[in-house]
């Protein structure tokens, strides 16, 4: 084991150990051993230390998955439509009065149809891996239109309730969706986990992947499934949260590399740590406003996609 594969060891395991302790013990700025009898902390704050850890595993490890299915580093639930999609599918739900729906189904069911759409279109317009990356931005964007227009006809309840949850606010986690959201996602992850070694192939190319005797549609299949339950999960329980799914999969591939079922996993655990950590920032820096963790994310995601852009281009030109 060299010296970088020791020191992320070492970083998560260290994290593993002193994030949810922090997260438990910090408030308003001041840290305080937590009493676990304290219904805050049982009620509040240790639900959202569990919907924190199982949303940003699955956001990370959607967006390992996708970046195979895409063949591009730059994809992430959020980027290309999957979020945009599973979020439509919440919003007709809450502001049609649709109480009768599971959200985190009605999640799956957009995400799953807004990912499969994208691969058609990229499919019917024969844009190659470019062309993916631009019909998950034009879903995205269209998804985007229709959520707008939704709550533009709602009414100012459903309005404000609906803005903050899109911002990506983990304090809206209601407890009795906490669990069958984290199954769902845990399904995804467990599915996406299953044809990681088919995922590899893909990498190589379609003709590649056949010669190896891969089924190329099954798995681009399985993997859209499997990416929409993990992000489903996670939108319905937290909001749209963006870019975890590309930064956590893309700096783990520049430390490790490996095969992409390690890198789903591990992406998986150093996600629930970022988001947990940044969450437990967000609950603090700015207290007593509680800042929606979506919204801390998207500082740090474009400079990130901007590097990775960038070598992205340098590794092109010098090839």
Not at 27 to 38: C, I
Not at 128 to 138: D, E, F, K, P, S
Not at 297 to 310: N, Q, V, Y
Request: glycine residues 12%; hydrophobic residues 60%.
């Amino acid at each position: 084991m060299n010296a970088p594969h020791r020191w992320l060891w070492a970083g998560l395991i260290a994290a593993s150990l002193g994030l949810p302790w922090l997260a438990l013990s910090s408030s308003a700025g001041h840290l305080a051993w937590p009493d676990l009898a304290d219904p805050l902390v049982a009620q509040l704050r240790l639900p959202r230390i569990v919907a924190a850890l199982g949303v940003g595993a699955a956001l990370a490890a959607s967006g390992a998955a996708l970046q195979a299915l895409f063949r591009n580093p730059l994809a992430d639930p959020g980027l290309i439509g999957t979020s945009g999609g599973a979020a439509l599918a919440v919003i007709a739900v809450l502001a049609l009065g649709l109480a009768g729906l599971s959200l985190p189904l009605a999640a799956f069911g957009g995400g799953l149809a807004a990912t499969w759409l994208i691969l058609l279109l990229a499919r019917l317009a024969k844009g190659g891996l470019a062309g993916l990356l631009l019909m998950g931005l034009v879903v995205g964007a269209f998804c985007g239109a229709v959520s707008s227009l939704i709550l533009f006809l709602s009414d100012d309840l459903t309005l404000r309730a609906a803005s903050s949850w899109l911002a990506g606010n983990l304090g809206a986690a209601q407890p009795d969706r906490l669990w069958p959201c984290l199954l769902i996602a845990g399904l995804g992850v467990a599915l996406l986990c299953a044809i990681g070694r088919d995922l590899d192939c893909l990498l190589l190319g379609e003709e590649a992947a056949r010669s190896l005797g891969i089924n190329t549609v099954r798995t681009r299949r399985l993997a859209a499934a499997g990416a929409a339950l993990a992000t489903g999960g996670a939108v319905a329980l937290s909001g749209v949260i963006g870019f975890v799914g590309m930064m956590i999969p893309n700096a783990l591939a520049l430390l490790v590399g490996g095969c992409r079922r390690k890198l789903i996993l591990l992406s998986a655990w150093a996600g629930a740590l970022f988001l947990l950590a940044v969450d437990t920032l967000a609950r603090n820096i700015a207290w007593p406003l509680d800042l929606p963790v979506g919204l801390m994310a998207a500082f740090a995601g474009p400079p990130f996609f901007i590097w990775l852009f960038r070598r992205q281009q340098g590794s092109a030109n010098h090839a």
